[in-house]
């Protein structure tokens, strides 16, 4: 079983949609929970960043985690077309331990 | 949030030759770094972490004589690909962890073509 598992999609939606992307974790020693947008050829950019269970909002975004179930999810209200890109999740045990993403979720939001 | 600067943003090079890569952290002091490479429309994979005044820790398959880490400052690390061949030409990454958040920020990555 892997660490992390996110669907790979890829998936499409039209603007104004709301979107939802979700992983699954298997080790309960992971404590930081962070997801990560990627444009073509670009690093990728933090956008949301959580440690404890529930909601996290910051503008369209909101990030989800329950530990109890081992989900993150991370939602985007009125998607936009630049919202285009791929979508990873990542968690982290911490101490300069080793980060671990899904493998990322490409969305595509079609205008 | 936290800037990582890493240079160059493109190189070409020719078959044999070697290519170092930069990655800075900005404005905050980086005890880690982690090196990673991605091929196309596939995720990131981990090549290196590298630790301020010690030797680097590489993944199983990464040869260590290839991919040469260097971390002499909190701020500065760096990749050598040596005597790079054209089955090396890859996207590499840097990121670096801002210990007191445990935030994980990217460097903007590499794009090495290998002649």
């Known amino acids: 079983q892997k660490e992390v598992e996110q669907d790979p999609g890829p998936l499409s939606v039209p603007e104004g949609a709301i979107v939802s992307l979700n992983c699954t974790y298997s080790n309960s020693a992971f404590q930081y929970f962070m997801w990560y947008r990627q444009y073509s050829r670009k690093g990728p950019e933090l956008l949301m960043y959580t440690y404890s269970s529930g909601n996290k909002e910051d503008g369209r975004f909101t990030a989800q985690v329950d530990k109890s179930s081992k989900y993150i999810s991370l939602f985007i209200r009125d998607s936009q077309p630049s919202d285009s890109a791929t979508y990873l999740c990542?968690?982290?045990?911490?101490?300069?331990?080793?980060?671990?993403f899904g493998i990322g979720t490409k969305l595509q939001v079609i205008p | 949030g936290a800037v990582v600067s890493q240079h160059p943003s493109r190189v070409i090079c020719k078959s044999g030759t070697s290519v170092k890569i930069e990655c800075r952290s900005l404005?905050?002091?980086?005890?880690?770094m982690f090196w990673y490479r991605q091929f196309p429309k596939q995720s990131l994979m981990l090549m290196a972490t590298?630790?301020?005044?010690?030797?680097?820790?590489?993944e199983q398959g990464v040869e260590k004589d290839k991919f040469l880490i260097n971390h002499a400052s909190l701020t500065l690390s760096t990749l050598t690909v040596t005597s790079a061949h054209p089955e090396d030409s890859s996207f590499y990454i840097c990121?670096?962890?801002?210990?007191?958040?445990?935030?994980?920020?990217f460097g903007s990555g590499t794009q090495l073509s290998v002649l």
């Open positions: 990121s670096a962890i801002d210990s007191p958040n445990e935030k994980l920020f």
């Open positions: 590298s630790n301020e005044g010690s030797k680097a820790t590489y």
């Open positions: 404005d905050f002091q980086a005890t880690t």
């Open positions: 990542a968690i982290y045990s911490g101490g300069y331990q080793k980060v671990t």
